[in-house]
């Protein structure tokens, strides 16, 4: 059965909606009930489930049905909400400073139906918002949501280039932010390069340390540890170091003074 992969922003979730009879293509924007609101959302993907893989989700996931493809006067809609955020985050910016709230407001998203409006923001712990709903709600007269994100999600709204010359991943195909965490880089054998070109722009690491990380771990699998006394045809040694890729090791022989480097293939351990 195929289903849609639908975005409704940036920072939220992915989606999943059965396609029914529809003709869509990736990029399509279509209309879509969700958050017990009507929504608009862009297609970034199709994906093939079975039945089984269907009943196997929670009631809450199991995917509705798309309810159309986006019409010019819904794009037209859409089009109106995008030109209302600059004054909307304006308004609520206003009232975080009356409320002398710590937090940083990245985005706003108005529901397709209008009946609510979600303002996304990043803090460094936990905020009390609620006297805040209060004058957003009045102010608005619409139902108020607040999302806190990450700082990786600001920096998947609001950048542009990253340090390898090219527009981030995380704006163009990564559709849902992994885990990515400093033995990922040790493993890779790039932690010696320091945080800092190893960041990203969000200031955490970077996302693409993850795209090789599964044919490292594979690679790995048949090193001895590190300290290990191996054979290798000079002789004896202690295992000082791997070489991944290059399938091979450094070992210092137990002359003490020699150090040699041998593939992987030519050692007993």
Sequence with gaps: M???????????????????????????YVVIEANQNLEIGKITGFADMDEKDLKKLPEEE?????????????????????????????????????????MKLID???????????????????????PL????????????????????????????????????????????LGNVNAEQAELQQVSHRGAERLSGICGRLKCCLRYENDLYKELSEKFPALGTLVKTPRGKGEVLEWHILKQSVRVKLLDQETIVEVPLESINH
């Excluded at 607040?146 to 090219?166: F, T």
């Design 108 to 130: 706003v998203q108005f529901s397709f139906d209008g009946k609510k409006i979600t303002f996304a923001f990043i803090a460094d712990g936990r905020i009390d918002f609620r």
């Design 62 to 102: 199991q995917p509705k049905t798309i309810i159309r493809k986006a019409t010019l006067n819904d794009l037209e809609v859409l089009e109106v909400n995008e030109k209302s955020k600059e004054q909307s985050m304006e308004i609520c910016r206003k009232y975080i400073e009356k409320n002398q709230l710590e």
């Design 133 to 176: 709903v209060k004058d957003l709600t009045r102010n608005f007269q619409k139902n108020i949501r607040l999302q806190q994100l990450g700082v990786r999600d600001e920096a998947k709204i609001n950048g542009d280039i990253g340090s390898c010359g090219i527009i981030q991943c995380c704006k163009t195909h990564l559709k849902e």
């Design 2 to 28: 195929k289903v849609a992969e639908i975005q409704l922003n940036l920072w939220d979730r992915i989606y999943r909606y059965l396609i029914g009879e529809l003709v869509l293509s990736l990029g399509d």
